[in-house]
């Protein structure tokens, strides 16, 4: 079992930034790939950005490339998500995500609560 719990979220004026992290439970955590999805009001949930188990591979939606930055750190189980030059449309609930694979995962096995995102304009 991995327990992710997410941080970092909160109020922000468009243009400024933030940095989500995503802790987990487990050591295990490291063979898995991690995915950062959010979801606004009345719209579906969508992928945001992801990295393999070894850093080797990102991916970012088209929305957020260039100014989403994915990342993990090893020693301390935690993957982030910096958010730079934000606009009021990132507003959301963030979630990360971790699914067994040495790629990225068709599913997701594992996900957080969430952590609000809001970009005023």
């Known amino acids: 079992q991995v327990q992710l719990a997410e941080s970092g979220g909160g109020l922000v004026q468009a243009g400024g930034s933030l940095r989500l992290s995503c802790a987990a439970s487990?050591?295990?955590?490291?063979?898995?790939?991690v995915g950062w999805f959010r979801q606004a009001p009345g719209k579906e949930r969508e992928s945001v950005a992801a990295i393999t188990w070894s850093s080797r591979n990102t991916y970012y939606a088209d929305s957020v490339k260039g100014r989403f930055t994915i990342s993990r750190d090893y020693a301390k189980n935690t993957v982030y998500l910096q958010m730079n030059s934000l606009k009021p449309e990132d507003t959301a609930v963030y979630y990360c995500?971790?699914?067994?694979?040495?790629?990225?995962?068709?599913?997701?096995?594992?996900w957080g609560q969430g952590t609000q995102v809001t970009v005023s304009s």
């Open positions: 487990a050591r295990t955590f490291r063979r898995y790939a």
């Open positions: 995500a971790a699914g067994y694979s040495d790629y990225f995962p068709g599913e997701y096995d594992y």
